[in-house]
């Protein structure tokens, strides 16, 4: 039986050029079938991330419509004790209430910046990088 | 239909008198102490061991320091990196960290065993969740005063604003500052009563669908997988807003050491 002479040498077992294109065949049909698979997982993963943020958009997005009532709510309290203990009904009220819009708003600023900041730390830490990034 | 309210009522169940105060122990009570008791028998139980590698229990409760700890640097930790203090400044916020660690596994245990049918949820009372955000309120403004002194005034008087608006400023966020108590526990309470209501009131359409009878009791099908939809986000609605309480704690937190910005 003359020797192999690809280079290959498999410890005796000679391989056919028939088996060779079968065993490439099936390497081939696995990788497909692995290749899909991975495609499904990552879909899976990515829904799950795609949950996790549809999450997280909901609870920030119910904590900046309370920011802003809770400070308008605030305003208006305030001037309305004021008007009382002051007798100025009911001007106090009416100034105090654009006051504490005007603090809603700056709430809700603060809070976009802070969120910014936050998007930022962490996709600054993990995207780009394939080690987390530790700064401290 | 069932009354969607109905879920909420506080029952007493031993009548209580302190002093003149009403201390009665209600159903939300009951059900707060038996959050503490669970998380606390947790806590004791699954450290038992204190294995270098630990058991299921005890990498679960691992688990919830690491998340916790976390939370806690990530918030009060950023900001003064770049003031070379290093490691040594890790006690001045890490003190904190039973505080939140309790506030956010109670409100979590209590989420949670709002999600078990037949119980009852103390954190959709205004009461709970406002003695709670107090709580915060007050700590931040005496560890505000005692680290910094009258310096904790400056959390209301941003640099670089000119003087003829600074009254108006000033006032705004003194009103700013006075809200966060109010929006801290209305959030976790209207989370929390609303989510239940909606529950509720789909659980309540099957019951009907199916009294009507006939073709109507195949419809039943469309309040129950909206039930069963809303279950899930339930489940996440009630973590998330645990976790959203303490990491707005931890934030308040820090404008108390820092008031500078």
Not at chain 1, 116 to 125: L, P
Not at chain 2, 127 to 156: D, R, S
Request: with cysteine.
């Amino acid at each position: 039986m003359p020797k192999s002479t690809d280079g290959q040498d498999t410890g005796g077992g000679q391989l056919s050029p028939q088996e060779r294109a079968q065993f490439e065949r099936r390497v081939s049909e696995l990788n497909a079938k692995l290749e899909k698979r991975r495609a499904e997982r990552g879909a899976e993963a990515a829904d799950d991330a795609g949950a996790a943020m549809r999450g997280r958009g909901m609870a920030y997005g119910m904590r900046m419509a309370s920011e802003l009532v809770g400070a308008v709510l605030v305003g208006a309290a305030i001037g309305y004790g004021l008007d009382w203990v002051l007798g100025t009904k009911p001007w106090l009220l009416l100034v105090f209430f654009v006051l504490g819009f005007a603090a809603g708003v700056l709430n809700v600023m603060r809070g976009y910046e802070r969120l910014q900041a936050d998007i930022k730390r962490e996709t600054g830490g993990n995207i780009g990088h394939s080690v987390p990034d530790d700064d401290d | 239909m069932p009354d969607p309210i109905h879920q909420f009522e506080i029952k007493r169940l031993i009548p209580l008198d302190l002093f003149g105060l009403d201390a009665t122990f209600t159903n939300s009570a009951l059900f707060m102490l038996l959050a503490a008791v669970l998380v606390s028998g947790f806590l004791i139980l699954s450290m038992q061991g204190r294995s270098l590698v630990p058991t299921r229990l005890q990498s679960l409760a691992e688990m919830l320091y690491e998340f916790v700890a976390n939370m806690v640097r990530d918030t009060m930790g950023h900001g003064h990196d770049d003031h070379g203090h290093g490691h040594g400044h890790d006690q001045g916020y890490m003190k904190f960290f039973p505080l939140v660690f309790t506030i956010f596994i109670f409100i979590l245990t209590l989420n949670m065993l709002g999600m078990i049918p037949g119980f009852f949820t103390s954190t959709s009372h205004l009461a709970v969740t406002a003695g709670l955000a107090l709580l915060v309120f007050v700590t931040v403004l005496i560890v505000g005063f005692a680290k910094n002194g009258f310096g904790f005034l400056k959390l209301f008087v941003p640099s670089g604003v000119p003087i003829y608006v600074l009254p108006l400023v000033v006032a705004i966020e003194i009103i700013s500052f006075l809200s966060r108590p109010i929006s801290h526990s209305v959030r976790l309470f209207a989370n929390m009563l609303a989510g239940h209501i909606t529950l509720k009131v789909f659980a309540g359409f099957i019951i009907m669908l199916l009294g009507a009878g006939g073709a109507y009791g195949i419809l039943s099908i469309l309040p129950l997988t909206m039930a069963t939809a809303l279950t899930a986000l339930e489940f996440l609605v009630a973590f998330l807003q645990a976790y959203v309480f303490a990491m707005l704690t931890c934030m308040y937190l820090n404008d108390a050491l820092h008031p500078g910005h």
